[in-house]
């Protein structure tokens, strides 16, 4: 098989003790790096992984590794969103050449059609349904206690779990989401102590936001944005004022977002406005912009808040400087690095 080691020597310990547990390695904390990089490259291939990152995989590496199963170019060239569920599995990759530019192994592309077996759709569906509850709850809360993730068990989907076999569910995929028995309660991937500390002591005084079904479960897909009338105008601003020739209007729009989320200064997006082809010819038309800016803010939901936004609390949005790591999570909420995610160039 392609020698995945140079692929795999990028990954810290931790990351690679999370891959050898996915892909049936024992004993990882006794190995070295070298032998644990050789045991988990001599098990991507086997069969009962394939299977698992088959049942396991979000809906679009799925639909990624299914279309290079027909052309092989289609496995080439994917975004992470595109191939996230095999890529925690050790089945794709980030090219070493270039940023942000995945790809699947041909070998794994090759076996695609040797695990989507009936029996194996039906499976996977069963599978996917809890997990996307699942997902969609941390997505919008970042912390959430297991007796919530219960309630919404039965809220929309009618079934009666318990605890248990909620953990085990968490405990069996292949996310990394941390499950804190002495709070009782699951937490987003990448979230550090002190963030914890924050959201947590913060979202005590909140009830849960439990929109209608087929508006929650969207948040189960880490991309999605529940964007508001603040958001359309923006999109609007965009299209009329940014230099298209850089990049699409879609482009453009989600680029000057991710600075505001992730919480940019105001010079420093007035300043990539002007990279990006407009200039303001007053101060007045500025202050309509960080109006706008201001109004997306108070629509964005927060862990802190249990996933209701400023507006739906009453709150007044103050604008200001957050500083994030490339490796601290995203404040947009997708339980993905920042580097991963909002903190990527256009």
């Given at each position: 098989?392609?020698?995945?080691?140079?692929?795999?020597?990028?990954?810290?310990?931790?990351?690679?003790?999370?891959?050898?547990?996915?892909?049936?390695?024992?004993?990882?904390?006794?190995?070295?790096?070298?032998?644990?990089?050789?045991?988990?490259?001599?098990?991507?291939?086997?069969?009962?992984?394939?299977?698992?990152?088959?049942?396991?995989?979000?809906?679009a590496?799925?639909?990624?590794?299914?279309?290079?199963?027909?052309?092989?170019?289609?496995?080439?060239?994917?975004?992470?969103?595109?191939?996230?569920?095999?890529?925690?599995?050790?089945?794709?990759?980030?090219?070493?050449?270039?940023?942000?530019?995945?790809?699947?192994?041909?070998?794994?592309?090759?076996?695609?059609?040797?695990?989507?077996?009936?029996?194996?759709?039906?499976?996977?569906?069963?599978i996917?349904?809890?997990?996307?509850?699942?997902r969609?709850?941390?997505?919008?809360?970042?912390?959430?206690e297991?007796?919530?993730?219960?309630?919404?068990?039965?809220?929309?989907?009618?079934?009666?779990?318990?605890?248990?076999?909620?953990?085990?569910?968490?405990?069996?995929?292949?996310?990394?989401?941390?499950?804190?028995?002495?709070?009782?309660?699951?937490?987003?991937d990448?979230?550090?102590d002190?963030?914890?500390?924050?959201?947590?002591?913060?979202?005590?005084?909140?009830?849960?936001?439990?929109p209608?079904?087929?508006?929650?479960?969207?948040?189960?897909?880490?991309?999605?944005?529940?964007?508001?009338?603040?958001?359309?105008?923006?999109?609007?601003?965009?299209?009329?004022?940014?230099?298209?020739?850089?990049?699409?209007d879609?482009?453009?729009?989600?680029?000057?977002?991710?600075?505001?989320?992730?919480?940019?200064?105001?010079?420093?997006?007035?300043?990539?406005?002007?990279?990006?082809?407009h200039?303001?010819?007053?101060?007045?038309e500025?202050?309509?912009?960080?109006?706008?800016?201001?109004?997306?803010?108070?629509?964005?939901?927060?862990?802190?808040?249990?996933?209701?936004?400023e507006?739906?609390?009453?709150?007044?949005?103050?604008?200001?400087?957050?500083?994030?790591?490339?490796?601290?999570?995203?404040?947009?909420?997708?339980g993905?690095?920042?580097?991963?995610?909002?903190?990527?160039?256009?």
């Open positions: 098989m392609t020698n995945t080691a140079a692929y795999l020597e990028k990954y810290d310990m931790e990351d690679l003790y999370h891959l050898a547990v996915n892909t049936g390695v024992t004993d990882e904390k006794a190995l070295g790096k070298d032998e644990l990089i050789t045991k988990i490259s001599n098990n991507l291939l086997n069969r009962d992984v394939l299977e698992y990152a088959y049942l396991y995989s979000d809906d590496a799925l639909e990624s590794w299914r279309h290079g199963s027909e052309d092989g170019e289609l496995g080439k060239n994917l975004s992470l969103t595109d191939v996230y569920g095999l890529y925690i599995m050790g089945l794709a990759y980030e090219s070493l050449n270039e940023e942000d530019n995945f790809f699947i192994l041909e070998e794994v592309l090759d076996k695609f059609e040797a695990v989507h077996t009936e029996e194996n759709r039906e499976a996977r569906t069963g996917q349904r809890q997990l996307n509850l699942i969609a709850a941390l997505h919008l809360y970042g912390v959430v297991f007796k919530q993730i219960v309630h919404l068990f039965k809220k929309y989907y009618g079934m009666d779990v318990t605890i248990e076999e909620v953990v085990d569910m968490v405990n069996r995929s292949p996310y990394v989401i941390t499950v804190n028995e002495k709070n009782r309660e699951f937490v987003i990448d979230m550090t002190e963030q914890y500390e924050i959201i947590r002591n913060a979202q005590q005084k909140y009830k849960y936001y439990e209608e079904f087929g508006k929650f479960i969207k948040f189960s897909n880490p991309g999605y944005i529940d964007e508001s009338a603040a958001h359309e105008t923006l999109k609007k601003w965009v299209s009329e004022h940014l230099n298209t020739n850089v990049a699409s879609y482009e453009l729009y989600l680029h000057v977002l991710r600075m505001v989320i992730s919480g940019r200064k105001r010079e420093d997006i007035s300043g990539e406005i002007k990279n990006l082809g200039t303001f010819e007053s101060k007045a500025e202050d309509e912009f960080f109006e706008l800016i201001s109004n997306i803010v108070r629509q964005t939901r927060h862990f802190q808040y249990r996933g209701k936004s507006a739906e609390l009453g709150q007044r949005t103050i604008v200001r400087e957050v500083k994030v790591g490339r490796n601290d999570p995203c404040p947009c909420g997708s993905k690095k920042y580097k991963k995610c909002c903190g990527k160039a256009v």
